[in-house]
């Protein structure tokens, strides 16, 4: 039996991948990295890095395509890692995080700053509904005052 805790690394575009890499491996020195990466990521860039690659589908995910997003958190479903990481604190990211059905689920952003998926799923679909809404408010408010606005005297 493998006792080892199983942590991912999602790659996301960014310049941080490898000190994220980095990160893990001295914060958690004993577990079973793997380091999830699109098919184009060159292996060489995660030599020593990690433990396990595992390769995704495609070199990008979109919304729109929901089928692959499903494979995808299919694929790291089956793995029943203990952790999985994400690059960026985005609402998508920490859904793909919270639906991927690891133990836990964390954000490690660029300024190195590392902290937990504190909602749930329906939680982030429901913080991404109400940002989404916030920000058409918003656009709508500034337009609104572009165009009414008088300029000058």
């Known amino acids: 039996m493998n006792t080892k805790p199983r942590i991912a690394a999602m790659y996301s575009r960014g310049t941080h991948y490898p000190r994220l890499l980095r990160f893990l ?20 860039l995660l030599e020593g890095q990690c433990d396990r690659i595992l390769r995704t589908e495609r070199e990008q995910y979109g919304l729109r395509d929901l089928r692959a997003i499903l494979t995808l958190l299919s694929t790291l479903r089956a793995e029943r890692f203990d952790a999985l990481v994400v690059m960026f604190n985005s609402v998508k990211l920490r859904l793909l995080a919270s639906g991927a059905g690891a133990a836990s689920a964390y954000v490690f952003t660029a300024d190195r700053r590392f902290f937990p998926v504190t909602l749930s799923l329906l ?3 429901w ?5 989404n809404l916030r920000g058409r408010i918003t656009y709508a408010y500034i337009a609104w005052v572009v165009k ?4 000058g005297k």
Do not use: S
Not at 25 to 44: D, I, M, S
């Open 127 to 131: 913080d991404y509904l109400a940002r």
């Open 123 to 125: 939680g982030e679909a």
């Open 148 to 151: 009414h606005q008088r300029v």
């Open 25 to 44: 491996r001295n914060e958690y020195p004993g577990c079973e990295l793997t380091a999830v990466v699109p098919p184009a990521y060159p292996e060489r």
